[in-house]
């Protein structure tokens, strides 16, 4: 361990424990903060000073962040603590239950949740008394229907990934590693001792030669099944990032559960390259699983090339995992910035070189959501099923779904505001 000299700060000096505190914060909201790495950041301000709110906050950045993900909640964090009083007024009212249209009418951004959740762990969130009714009012009557009340179980499920905070993301993933991805097996071409199916010469004649020539019975066989493969591609680009992590804990512990029905589990991840992730998601731990498979994919949280991802992937992996039927689930939300054209022939090759091409998009959690952006547009077309994923709810649903081939979830009805859009 590296020794430090003392620091040349006053006695009185109150921004090293502002920092420490600060230190605490960011990790109560996830982010792996030990002491050698707060001594690190008052020894980084002393030296950088503090004189310019920019240099002080990537000075910060610089010793507490190690992975991009951790962006969003350091700069939420810090925009709490360091930046703006009156953004406490708007963190507390995330905290508190409240009538829709009596506080804000918009959800917490990404990360807000868990910043609010670190920075008031621990200051009273009492709902204050209602104001005393005029006379007025006195014969009004608030009716409330509770007969749809979820339960906490219940209301996480169908909570969106991006605005859970720290314990929902914590319970979140302890409901994913239960659940379970079954497929039904396919009937192959290939016959196998047993049914009733038709007979089996060869085996009969067998069974004869052992009793002197005489055929006492008739073997049967049968056609025979195996399980396909399962493969993942995943987004990971700065849109899809909290969602990539949520659903690559459920693709792992799809990976790693015995007997239920998938030969072998593929994943990639792709943002602005591709990168093959399989052989991390063979860990047991989930958290050493992912942060390998974090370190290998160098562009997390970065742009999106889909096409550009795809074409290798097709042209290095196709041939190599999608043999056999295979299903793929693609996990974007469609916002691409490479030629639609050349997105909309790797999606139709991607297509038809797999058994069932079933696209997962966050996207579709807004009841208004339209096809309007340009990689959506080109990709719709191409896949067999078009279902949400931005909760656990919807991947419960995509549970039940996968097996059934006349599932095609929201694509049909898209299909058709496209064809009335371009008439």
Not at 74 to 102: I, N, T
Not at 110 to 138: F, M, Q, T, W
Not at 288 to 300: I, K, T
């Amino acid at each position: 361990m590296a020794d430090y000299a003392p620091l040349d700060l006053p006695e009185d000096g109150k921004l090293s424990h502002n920092i420490v505190h600060f230190a605490r914060a960011l990790r109560k909201a996830g982010l792996p903060i030990g002491p050698g790495r707060v001594v690190d950041a008052i020894r980084a301000v002393e030296a950088a000073g503090f004189t310019h709110r920019g240099d002080f906050y990537w000075t910060l950045h610089a010793c507490f962040v190690s992975r991009p993900e951790q962006r969003a909640v350091f700069a939420q964090v810090f925009r709490l603590y360091w930046r703006d009083p009156r953004y406490l007024e708007h963190m507390m009212s995330l905290m508190l239950p409240a009538v829709r249209g009596a506080q804000e009418d918009r959800l917490a951004d990404s990360a807000e949740k868990r910043a609010a959740e670190a920075l008031l762990d621990g200051v009273e969130r009492d709902i204050p008394p209602p104001p005393e009714a005029d006379d007025a009012d006195e014969d009004a009557e608030i009716e409330i229907d509770a007969s749809a009340t979820l339960s906490h179980e219940e209301r996480l499920k169908t909570l969106d990934f991006e605005q859970m905070g720290v314990a929902e993301v914590a319970e979140a993933k302890r409901m994913l590693a239960r659940m379970s991805l079954p497929v039904k097996p396919l009937v192959t071409r290939r016959m196998a001792a047993g049914g009733a199916h038709a007979i089996d010469p060869r085996r009969t004649m067998r069974a004869a030669l052992r009793q002197g020539g005489e055929i006492t019975r008739l073997e049967m066989r049968s056609p025979g099944t195996r399980w396909p493969n399962l493969i993942v591609l995943c987004d990971i680009s700065g849109s899809m990032s909290q969602y990539s992590r949520l659903i690559l804990h459920f693709v792992h512990a799809v990976a790693n559960r015995k007997g239920q029905g998938w030969a072998r589990v593929h994943a990639f991840t792709f943002g602005t390259r591709l990168t093959n992730i399989t052989r991390h998601l063979r860990g047991r731990d989930v958290d050493a699983a992912l942060r390998a498979a974090g370190a290998e994919a160098q562009d997390w949280s970065g742009g999106t090339r889909i096409g550009s991802c795809l074409r290798g992937f097709n042209r290095d992996w196709s041939r190599r995992v999608l043999g056999q039927g295979a299903v793929v689930l693609l996990i974007t939300d469609g916002l691409d910035r490479d030629d639609s054209g050349a997105l909309a022939s790797e999606m139709e090759r991607l297509h038809l070189s797999c058994r069932r091409l079933i696209w997962l998009n966050p996207l579709l959690r807004w009841d208004g959501f339209a096809p309007k952006a340009g990689g959506i547009r080109a990709m719709l077309p191409h896949v067999d099923a078009f279902r949400a994923g931005h909760s656990i709810a919807s991947l419960e649903a995509l549970a039940r779904a996968i097996s059934d081939p006349g599932d095609g979830g929201e694509k049909s009805r898209l299909m058709r505001m496209l064809s009335h859009n371009s008439a």
